[in-house]
């Protein structure tokens, strides 16, 4: 195996032709640099210079190998740049997870898009996962971050998370119900419903939380379906067949004959955490996250 000073060395004393030289241009001596040059000589087996008291000229086979000794040269700077470039985000790859209500809330894109506009060099991989799946991959170190509803508890060791947003749930209503007409909904005016919510599997703590907001508000819903996600619901909804709730940024992906309604005295919100390892202290996390924390 080469090593890299022996080759800047030769190169330096190449390009001089004069060892004395050389040995300015590298900040050394000119007893130490010409014993590095002659053991280079020597692990190649072959003589590189012809010598002639204060100057050196390269021969036949010290031409030959200076190209390819600036080549290698050349491309172990390739290398350290390129290392540089991944530990702080401007080349490499990154794995990104989420759930759906980031995309719905516009914060992934928003993320993603001021990112990309930053670092254009580096390849994002984005995974649509559950939260729960999230929380162990970043654990497994498969995953680099994530936007995820339920965080880890905060004296966590590994992993830390910070909210991003907070977006209320408002009703949706079929345009041909009654309710559609009624201004100030009251939790009375729910009661006994027919209801469309969201099932996350496998482990589904999503109808639990649903039904103890809605105890906790006055009123029991008769949940008719279940979906696997609010779009999905939504249609549903569309369709006549009940009522829903969502997170307000989904009135602009809805579709027609639904009308929504403010329900301010329902306390459950959709919230959205970032999610990172403890003790990853590369640039570009830290970057990411001052993205999410500014987005517009």
């Known amino acids: 195996m080469f090593d890299l000073r022996q080759l800047r060395y030769f190169v330096t004393v190449a390009e001089t032709g004069n060892v004395g030289r050389a040995a300015e241009i590298l900040h050394i001596s000119q007893s130490p640099l010409s014993r590095q040059v002659m053991q280079l000589e020597a692990q190649l087996g072959v003589a ?5 008291r204060q100057r050196v000229h390269l021969n036949a086979e010290g031409r030959a190998f200076l190209g390819e000794a600036r080549a290698l040269l050349a491309s172990a700077k390739r290398l350290e740049e390129l290392g540089r470039d991944l530990a702080t985000g ?3 790859h990154l794995a990104i997870g989420y759930v759906e209500g980031a995309v719905h809330a516009g914060v992934l894109s928003q993320m993603l898009g001021q990112f990309r506009r930053d670092r254009p060099e580096l390849h994002l991989r984005l995974l649509s996962q559950r939260s729960a799946a999230q929380l162990e991959e970043l654990r497994q ?12 508890a905060n004296d966590d060791p590994d992993i830390a998370s910070t909210l991003v947003q907070r977006e209320p749930l408002v009703l949706a209503i079929p345009q041909g ?5 009624v201004a100030d909904l009251c939790p009375a005016h729910l009661d006994g419903r027919a209801w469309i919510t969201v099932v996350r599997q496998p482990d589904d703590t999503n109808r639990a939380q649903f039904l103890a907001a809605c105890a906790k508000a006055g009123f029991m819903p008769d949940i008719a379906y279940e979906t696997a996600d609010p779009l999905t ?5 569309s369709a006549g067949l009940g009522l829903a709730t969502v997170q307000a940024s989904l009135r602009a992906a809805a ?3 639904i009308v929504f309604r403010d329900l301010p005295w329902f306390e459950r919100a959709v919230s959205i955490h970032l999610a990172w390892r403890r003790h990853d202290r590369r640039a570009v996390i830290a970057d990411l996250r001052k993205a999410v924390a500014n987005r517009e």
């Not at 590189?48 to 002639?52: N, P, Y």
């Open 233 to 237: 619901s939504l249609g549903l909804v």
């Open 90 to 92: 401007a080349a490499g």
């Open 48 to 52: 590189l210079f012809e010598r002639a």
């Open 177 to 181: 119900d009654a309710l559609a007409n």
């Open 141 to 152: 170190r498969t995953l680099d971050l994530g936007l995820v509803y339920s965080p880890p």
């Open 255 to 257: 579709p027609p004959r």
